[in-house]
């Protein structure tokens, strides 16, 4: 957030030590979670007081988000918030902003997705007979890979692709870069009666389909009676915008995020086999990682280790890539959150002190991400322990019974509860 006198960055836990480290004396950190410490949203406000006008890129706000920063804002006495069409970093950034990422898109097999995009959606248009909507407008980008059973690599460890869908009782659009697609994926999208529309398109077709609305529907229509479009309540303010607003957009949770996370049968088959070969590469990373250390005394930096699991990783079959940064860390490294050891400036790995290794893979068939902590030597009392109130937390968390409906906000209690009494203590 800048204003004309101020400038304030707010992270979460994950990213404090970082963003100590890399902001200057022009910035406030404003540390999420903190006892005290505002939210973003309440610092926006707090600078809006008196009349001010809060500005905001509405491609990267969501709906609900810029609805509710909006109240915040009126309520602290500022005027409102106010979509700006052109991202004024992007502004200051000029000709030597890297362009868009362009990697190809690829198809993913039947005898990886268990279930052809014909059926998926049929599956979604049912959903929007139910709701008794004009269309579904998909801008999460995971939910279109899973839909189309496509595959990207436009943003790092993530198999998706910069796009962009509109599904309606009797069309499917994919607005997506076609020179991404090879033929063979044109074809794939023509066989499915899915139509290619250019990227940036969305936003001029959204506001036609909006418009399309009031002429469907009859002008003198009702507004309770017009069939809206639905859009997630992940959505952009400005897709939303496009469309109409409020009175043409309904925001729900997403048909797409809940049919995906039902998964089929060929999907929880491969996401088993996946591990299996992942946890294999595991075992014979952290076995050869022992013998280096203690039997052959070789001296090895976080770095090097990481490499080598990459390379164990990848003689398996069906694999893509990694799914995050591997987190190899020694010692005090090992308590650094998201911590990301970088060549040539990175630490030795220690047998002496604990090592951990938080890591993952891409896989045709599914996702990984495992978490492991090691001692390749005499552990101390306080690293036993330490080590035992996180193996309770776990046992706590793996036995508990509790009502549908609880969140996982509400079960993370049960797994810091011994950390807790031992740091009160």
């Known amino acids: 957030m800048v204003t004309h006198e101020r400038a304030a960055l707010a992270t979460d836990g994950r990213y404090f030590n970082q963003a100590a480290k890399q902001l200057d004396s022009n910035w406030l950190l404003l540390k999420q979670g903190l006892q005290d410490v505002p939210t973003w949203q309440e610092w926006s406000a707090e600078q809006s007081e008196g009349g001010k006008?809060?500005?905001?890129?509405?491609?990267?706000?969501?709906?609900?988000?810029?609805?509710?920063?909006?109240?915040?804002?009126?309520?602290?006495?500022?005027?409102?918030?106010?979509?700006?069409?052109?991202?004024l970093v992007d502004l200051v950034w000029g000709s030597s902003r890297p362009p868009r990422p362009s990697e190809p898109v690829k198809v993913l097999g039947q005898q990886f997705a268990g279930?052809?995009?014909?059926?998926?959606?049929e599956d979604l248009r049912k959903d929007l007979e139910k709701?008794?909507?004009?269309?579904?407008?998909?801008?999460?980008?995971?939910?279109?890979?899973?839909?189309?059973?496509?595959?990207?690599?436009?943003?790092?460890?993530?198999?998706?692709?910069?796009?962009?869908?509109?599904?309606?009782?009797?069309?499917?659009?994919?607005?997506?870069?076609?020179?991404?697609?090879?033929?063979?994926?044109?074809?794939?999208?023509?066989?499915?009666?899915?139509?290619?529309?250019?990227?940036?398109?969305?936003?001029?077709?959204?506001?036609?389909?909006?418009?399309?609305?009031?002429?469907?529907?009859?002008?003198?229509e009702p507004e309770a009676k017009i069939k809206k479009f639905l859009v997630s309540t992940k959505t952009s303010w400005a897709l939303k915008r496009s469309l109409g607003g409020e009175t043409k957009v309904e925001e729900v949770r997403s048909p797409i995020g809940d049919a995906k996370a039902m998964k089929n049968e060929t999907e929880l088959d491969g996401m088993r086999a996946c591990h299996i070969r992942d946890g294999a590469a595991l075992i014979?990373?952290?076995?050869?990682?022992?013998?280096?250390?203690?039997?052959?005394?070789?001296?090895m930096d976080e770095v090097t280790a990481a490499d080598k699991l990459d390379e164990l990783r990848s003689k398996h079959k069906h694999f893509v890539g990694l799914s995050f940064d591997t987190i190899s860390s020694t010692?005090?490294?090992?308590?650094?959150?998201?911590?990301?050891?970088?060549?040539?400036?990175?630490?030795?790995?220690?047998?002496?002190?604990?090592?951990?290794?938080?890591?993952?893979?891409?896989?045709?068939?599914?996702?990984?991400?495992?978490?492991?902590?090691?001692?390749?030597?005499?552990?101390t009392a306080m690293e036993r322990k330490a080590y035992t109130l996180v193996l309770k937390g776990n046992i706590a968390l793996d036995v508990a019974i509790f009502p549908k409906g609880t969140s996982g906000f509400a079960l993370d209690t049960l797994a810091r509860q011994f950390l807790w009494v031992r740091s009160l203590s």
Not at 67 to 80: M, S, T, V
Not at 356 to 364: I, N, T, V
Request: net charge negative; proline share 4%; hydrophobic share 35%.
């Open 53 to 87: 006008v809060v500005g905001v890129d509405p491609t990267i706000i969501t709906a609900p988000d810029a609805r509710k920063l909006a109240e915040k804002i009126k309520k602290r006495g500022g005027q409102d918030l106010v979509a700006i069409e052109d991202n």
């Open 115 to 121: 279930k052809d995009v014909k059926t998926k959606l």
């Open 131 to 220: 709701k008794k909507s004009s269309g579904f407008i998909v801008s999460m980008l995971d939910e279109i890979a899973w839909l189309f059973n496509l595959r990207g690599n436009d943003i790092p460890y993530n198999p998706v692709f910069f796009s962009y869908a509109a599904i309606t009782p009797t069309t499917a659009t994919l607005y997506v870069d076609d020179s991404k697609l090879s033929s063979d994926s044109k074809t794939y999208l023509a066989d499915n009666v899915v139509s290619i529309r250019q990227y940036e398109k969305i936003f001029d077709d959204s506001e036609a389909l909006g418009q399309s609305l009031g002429a469907a529907n009859g002008q003198s």
């Open 284 to 299: 014979e990373y952290f076995a050869w990682l022992e013998h280096q250390l203690t039997v052959e005394k070789v001296v």
């Open 331 to 379: 010692g005090a490294n090992a308590a650094v959150i998201h911590y990301k050891p970088e060549r040539g400036n990175c630490s030795v790995i220690d047998p002496k002190a604990v090592y951990l290794c938080d890591s993952g893979a891409q896989y045709f068939d599914g996702t990984t991400d495992t978490t492991r902590t090691l001692h390749f030597g005499e552990p």
